[in-house]
């Protein structure tokens, strides 16, 4: 079957987390990504401590221009608010960066007050773009990490309990009361619970414009796995942590019921040897995420089959969705006269095992690791290119181009 080429709207290639870089960049990340039928990617880069958003953009187009297999493009961390930040914005959205993250997380390094939140959402507003939040309560989850650190610093179980459920809720629902208050469109980054989505959808019905988007791994993982074969665990680590069944439950109702506008995987690769191990000793050590990128595709279509999720709808979540969300339909997202050929051609019936051994992310693990899926993707064209045959991507040449994006939003 062809589908539309699919759009991973969240990834974090080549970026630097402390002394670490995640372990693909973008010459793997995205030979990964096409591997797995992804044409388009949008990867969140980050301006370096105390420097302006075009210190952010110069630097993810040194990162990935001449070096990707897809198509990409750029939303722009945003982690500081001053006199200058509303020309920056401007300048960004000039250069096809209309989208704009901040987290209410990690206050004190990358995260912003409530106060700055209101004030970058009001200018981002201004200027028709659309802002991406990592909504977890960053007090009250420094407080309970310092807590549970100082208890059980190498016992793993730690870390979802340090992030539980309130912490999402909370941040939600005041970003969606922020949206209501400035009749402004908002983001939020990788839904994980069943308590944030509740307010999302009690939102929607009001009326607010707020864009949800979860990942395969709160779908298809639990967090059974943070108690399960002693330090492998740390190859889950991430956040938010994976949570419980009901919550898996929930996020489907969500799909199901329309409340879930995207899937994108977050995916942010650390080697378990030598990255994750670091933190052996303290599980606050470990750095945070996990890979997904080549997987979403046909984790997404095996899943939705078996969970009674059309195929129309499927695309909807992979690709027609962040095209519209993210200013790229109908260039993107749809196969139809005047778009560009991003073609996928998808094997059904293939069932096939995911595993570290045979991907192409360049990271030592797969958390699917001994999953089949039931699609194989085969045949991949981007713009009319052939960059994947047989399910191998085509290294002669990188067809790769920034995606200059507008702001038209669905
Ligand atoms: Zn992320």
């Avoid at 469109?185 to 607010?208: D, F, M, N, P, R």
Wanted: aromatic share 8%.
């Amino acid at each position: 079957m062809a589908l539309p080429g699919a759009i991973d709207a969240h990834t974090h290639f080549d970026m630097p987390c402390g002394d670490m870089t995640t372990s693909d960049d973008f010459y793997y990340g995205t030979r990964a990504a096409v591997a797995g039928g992804t044409t388009s990617i949008i990867d969140f880069s980050e301006p370096e401590h105390g420097t302006s958003l075009w210190n952010g953009l110069e630097r993810w187009h040194e990162k990935a221009d001449g070096k990707s297999f897809c198509d990409y493009g750029f939303h722009m961390t945003v982690s500081r608010y001053d006199e200058k930040l509303e020309e920056e914005i401007k300048g960004m959205v000039r250069n096809g960066v209309t989208s704009f993250k901040a987290y209410m997380a990690y206050i004190g390094d990358l995260g912003v007050t409530d106060g700055d939140l209101y004030r970058i959402l009001k200018l981002i507003k201004k200027y028709n773009g659309l802002l991406l939040i990592h909504c977890e309560n960053g007090e009250i989850l420094d407080e309970r990490r310092a807590e549970l650190g100082e208890t059980g610093p190498s016992d793993i179980s730690n870390h979802p309990l340090s992030r539980p459920n309130e912490v999402e809720h909370d941040a939600v629902s005041r970003l969606i009361d922020m949206a209501r208050l400035l009749d402004t469109q908002v983001y939020i980054v990788h839904t994980s619970t069943e308590e944030a989505l509740a307010e999302i959808e009690k939102a929607k019905a009001e009326g607010v414009k707020v864009y949800c988007e979860t990942c395969p791994h709160y779908l298809l993982l639990t967090d059974d796995r943070y108690r399960e074969g002693g330090f492998e665990a740390a190859k889950y680590v991430c956040s938010p942590p994976l949570r419980k069944k009901k919550d898996n439950e929930a996020l489907l109702r969500g799909i199901k019921e329309g409340a879930v506008d995207t899937v994108s995987t977050d995916h942010c690769s650390f080697n378990f040897k030598g990255q994750k191990d670091l933190g052996k000793e303290d599980f606050r050590q470990i750095p945070n995420g996990m890979p997904g990128v080549e997987n979403r595709v046909e984790l997404m279509l095996t899943y939705s089959d078996r969970q009674g999720i059309s195929l129309n709808h499927t695309v909807k979540l992979l690709s027609e969705n962040p095209a519209k969300i993210f200013g790229l339909y109908p260039k993107k997202g749809v196969i139809a006269p005047g778009s560009d050929a991003d073609i996928v051609l998808i094997k059904p019936q293939s069932p096939h095992e995911l595993s570290s051994k045979t991907q192409y992310q360049r990271v030592d693990y797969n958390p699917y690791e001994g999953t089949v899926v039931d699609y194989k993707v085969q045949h991949v064209f981007l713009r009319g290119h052939q960059i994947v045959s047989s399910g191998v991507p085509e290294e002669r040449e990188l067809f790769g181009q920034f995606l200059i994006r507008n702001t038209s939003v669905k």
